[in-house]
């Protein structure tokens, strides 16, 4: 079984948190800062994590981390909450019944225009996984070869394509939209040429399958989102920096191991931290390949950064979205700083 990201993640997917304007922030406030590695004879301190989606290897740095005690050995002891199509991880943190959660930054963005005072400490995935996919034997690859060709749309994704194709000076008259859902029959069956996709699900979900594909990123053709960001309310930021450290640090190790070998990782969403959701395991170790190819940049060679050049780059696409917000509005750098992984 494969999970598709559905609208959470989508451009303008936080439409279900539309209650944020009272957060319950006295349950964020703590005692002062907390130190990214425990002294010696310190206890723990409790901390939980809201997931963007349900327990899969899309997680599997944290399952890492938490299998090799990277995040004792941080000083924390972390609890994880699991994402889903029902979630709100926006309004989870901004209640306080979280320290920090993962989202994409058009999703943290609208959080904050309906009140939510939350802000990105760091970015997992350097490009948005948004991907054109289409079959091997017939491969669409860029924008300009997608004039003419059947193109499947989900209403969720939708606008992510529509800016595409402002992008690249496309006109949606140029090509033939199919409305279609999250599942890549389409492709697989031959009703469409292409169809956006996430890079790290539909076209795993159809290699698990034996079907050859092909994608292009979004993001080599202007669409410049930063996703699945970690991101806490500015109250936790600034009350306990080092806490954030100590997690952010011990996820980047995590990461790293999962970088030099996705299976274990794999084997942890698979068997443990996912094994009630039926997952398919050749599918959950092509998806956290493919994440893999998105983590780490030239200007981010560990996992987990901010270069200047994407935040900037990520506030100019939003705005072609209708969503204003500025950088110091959306991102702080001050919690990276705090850790030398």
Not at 212 to 217: D, E, P, R, S, Y
Request: glycine share 10%; hydrophobic share 45%.
């Amino acid at each position: 079984m494969s999970y598709n990201r559905r609208d959470l993640l989508k451009i303008g997917g936080i439409a279900a948190a539309a209650g944020l304007v009272s957060p319950l922030l006295a349950a964020c406030a703590g005692d002062g800062e907390t130190a990214a590695s425990p002294s010696a004879g310190k206890a723990t301190e409790k901390m939980t994590f809201q997931l963007s989606w349900l327990p899969t290897t899309e997680f599997a740095g944290t399952w890492l981390a938490l299998s090799k005690g990277y995040f004792t050995a941080a000083g924390i002891d972390l609890a994880w909450l699991p994402g889903g199509p029902n979630a709100s991880p926006a309004t989870v943190v901004a209640g306080g019944k979280a320290e920090v959660g993962m989202l994409n930054a058009d999703a943290i963005a609208t959080a904050r225009a309906q009140g939510a005072p939350i802000k990105i400490i760091g970015a997992l995935l350097q490009k948005s996984p948004f991907c054109i996919l289409s079959k091997a034997e017939t491969p669409i690859k860029s924008p300009q070869e997608m004039i003419g060709k059947k193109i499947g749309v989900a209403a969720a994704n939708e606008t992510a394509f529509d800016v595409m194709l402002s992008l690249n000076n496309i006109k949606k008259s140029q090509l033939t939209i199919v409305p279609v859902q999250f599942d890549p029959a389409p492709v697989a069956n031959g009703e469409v040429d292409g169809q956006i996709v996430y890079v790290t699900n539909e076209p795993p979900t159809l290699e698990a399958r034996g079907i050859k594909t092909h994608t292009f990123l979004l993001a080599d053709f202007g669409f410049s989102i930063l996703s699945d960001c970690f991101f806490a309310t500015e109250q936790t930021i600034a009350d306990k920096p080092g806490l954030l450290a100590g997690f952010l640090s011990a996820t980047r190790k995590g990461w790293l191991d999962n970088l030099a070998d996705p299976q274990p990782g794999t084997d942890l969403a698979v068997g443990t931290y996912g094994k009630d959701q039926g997952l398919d395991a050749a599918q959950q170790l092509g998806e956290s390949k493919a994440m893999n190819s998105l983590i780490v940049t030239p200007d981010v060679p560990k996992p987990i950064g901010l270069p200047d050049a994407a935040m900037s780059a990520t506030v100019e696409t939003l705005k072609k979205v209708g969503i204003s917000v500025t950088v110091q509005d959306l991102f702080t750098k001050d919690i990276l700083a705090k850790i030398s992984t």
